[in-house]
């Protein structure tokens, strides 16, 4: 650019002035103007037309200019076509100075000796050379733009939502059909927007949802059991929350539904759900809701003895979650009123701000769980809650027995506008939780009667135990339990009773054994009737 510059500089003080100087040059020189061709051809367009000659040079020196400062705004902003017009000036100028040094050389052998010569031919060698690495120097800059704009639009093409069938996808998983996203929210919630609550329910524990999803208001990402005639129950109830409920804006907006039905018990004319068309006829508001008198042991899936695959539908909701963070947790559990912006803001300044979480990709942040009787209402922060366990006498913890460790959360005092951190623990059990769910491994779909109430049987906080994971207390955030789990119940009344009787035959068999040897008092039938009442 500062030969440009000085030649426009030569042209403004003298106009066109300098050009007889240079062909007085050329003509004292006799050997310039006779030794090629070339040279007494341009220097005779000089003199006829010195005007255009000197527009077009200053064309020129103006281009080369203007093209410096666009090449020294694109490497600013990483953008290659602002560099392309340099690169191009600048492999014409080789050409020219290529051509230029010939000619020089061919001239200056008439009227220089060899020594001088020699001298000068390394001098113009050297400027070529010059000349050829500053365009390679450009071809490597083209070449990094071209680069880093393959990685702006990868980069691009990894923040863009994920690309989602528009109507989710069926996917056979074992022995049960999952529908992925059979009902999509129309708000898609990813990274660290906000906080995916994962969980699962029959048609029956829907009555749960209202509240859940009113207090709650952030993505909900939900896995319904729907084999046989239990799914037109489940439509049923989804139209009646809609409309009946008055709750289509927070279902609409936040809740994704996805279906699990055994493979051997579709669904009979299993059809698209659609929130936005009318509902349909036999939707009768001033009647009961389809969950409100029915039982889970008169469903599809209990009276013809299905299992209900738990950990299965728990996956799927968290295979469904596209948030950073998710709180996995069961329907029965009622979550923090706005508790999503909350941690979100949490995390950040946890993270960023004061980073004092040691592990923060190898750690679960656990929130306390109290009973709830129907009686009670809900309580909305920790304030509140002592007076509702107070006021109902509410007093037994959920897990372990732990009251010592209850009643030492509670006694806490803090801000109840701000999350905190209450303790922290390599192990223990927490009955709901947030974890980052690309990290968290999936839950153990054969184990089907796992327990999230019971430290021994909670294998989901064992493996993240063994696996090193932090166990991050959370104080002024805790969870509900408003029911038992409807699902378990009847699975574990079942079980008990099979326990129970396996338990008698045992005791049976050893009474016979033990009345028939000699010398026995035949007064042992008191371990028959101990055993009838357990």
Same mark, same amino acid.
């Given at each position: 650019?500062? $030969? ?8 403004? #003080?003298?106009?066109?002035? &300098?050009?007889?100087?240079m062909i007085d040059k050329f003509d004292t020189e006799s050997a310039y103007r006779e030794s090629y ?35 020294? /705004? ?36 008439? &009227? ?17 050379? $010059? ?18 704009? %393959?990685?702006? #639009? ?20 074992? +022995? ?25 329910? #029959? ?26 005639? %239990? ?107 706005? &508790? ?8 950040? *300044? ?11 990709? !190898? ?12 009686? =009670?209402?809900? =309580? ?6 002592? $007076? ?34 209450? +303790? ?30 019971? !430290? ?18 959370? %104080? ?34 050893? /009474?016979?054994?033990? *009345? ?19």
């Amino acid at each position: 650019m500062a $030969k440009s510059i000085v030649v426009m500089y030569i042209i403004l #003080t003298h106009g066109i002035d &300098f050009l007889p100087m240079m062909i007085d040059k050329f003509d004292t020189e006799s050997a310039y103007r006779e030794s090629y061709f070339m040279v007494k051809d341009t220097i005779d367009w000089m003199e006829q037309d010195p005007k255009v000659a000197t527009v077009l040079l200053q064309v020129y020196s103006i281009s080369h200019i203007v093209s410096c400062l666009a090449a020294a /705004y694109g490497a600013y902003k990483l953008k290659k076509l602002f560099v392309l017009p340099l690169a191009c000036f600048e492999f014409t100028y080789l050409l020219q100075i290529v051509a230029m040094v010939i000619l020089f050389l061919r001239i200056s052998r008439h &009227f220089l000796n060899l020594s001088s010569l020699i001298l000068v031919t390394l001098i113009a060698t050297a400027y070529a050379t $010059k000349l050829i690495l500053l365009i390679f120097g450009l071809s490597c800059v083209l070449l990094f733009f071209h680069i880093m704009g %393959d990685i702006q #639009t990868l980069q691009a093409e990894w923040q863009q939502p994920k690309q989602r069938p528009q109507r989710g996808y069926v996917r056979q998983h074992g +022995d049960y059909m999952v529908w992925h996203e059979y009902l999509r929210a129309e708000q898609i919630y990813e990274s660290n927007q906000s906080l995916t609550l994962t969980t699962h329910a #029959t048609y029956m524990d829907l009555g749960l949802l209202p509240t859940m999803l009113s207090r709650w208001q952030a993505p909900i990402s939900l896995t319904i059991y729907a084999s046989g005639s %239990d799914f037109y129950k489940a439509i049923e109830s989804f139209w009646y929350i809609h409309d009946c409920l008055q709750m289509r804006r927070l279902l609409r907006h936040f809740v994704s539904i996805h279906l699990v039905w055994h493979r051997q018990h579709y669904p009979p004319g299993l059809h698209l759900f659609d929130l936005s068309r009318a509902p349909p006829a036999s939707l009768k508001c001033h009647q009961p809701a389809p969950y409100a008198k029915a039982r889970q042991d008169v469903t599809y899936w209990h009276l013809h003895k299905l299992k209900y695959p738990v950990n299965l539908l728990r996956n799927v909701a968290r295979l469904n979650a596209y948030t950073y963070y998710i709180m996995a947790l069961d329907m029965q559990l009622l979550p923090p009123s706005n &508790f999503a912006k909350k941690f979100i803001h949490f995390a950040w *300044v946890r993270y960023w701000n004061h980073p004092d979480i040691a592990k923060p990709f !190898a750690s679960i942040y656990c929130l306390p769980t109290f009973p709830h009787t129907p009686q =009670a209402p809900l =309580a909305y922060n920790k304030q509140q809650l002592v $007076k509702v366990l107070r006021d109902y006498n509410i007093t037994k913890p959920i897990y372990n027995n732990n009251y010592l460790w209850q009643r030492n959360w509670l006694s806490s005092v803090k801000d109840q506008e701000h999350l905190y951190i209450y +303790d922290r623990a390599t192990h223990g059990i927490c009955v709901g939780y947030i974890s980052i769910n690309e990290l968290e491994p999936l839950y153990d779909e054969q184990y089907e009667m796992e327990s999230i109430y019971q !430290a021994n049987n909670n294998l989901q906080c064992l493996l993240l135990s063994h696996l090193g994971y932090s166990f991050i207390i959370m %104080d002024n955030v805790f969870l509900i339990r408003r029911t038992e789990d409807s699902w378990q119940s009847i699975r574990y009344n079942k079980t008990l009773r099979f326990a129970r009787l396996h338990r008698l035959n045992k005791l049976k068999k050893l /009474y016979n054994n033990l *009345v028939s040897l000699p010398g026995v008092n035949n007064n042992l039938e008191w371990l028959i009737n101990m055993a009838k009442k357990d």
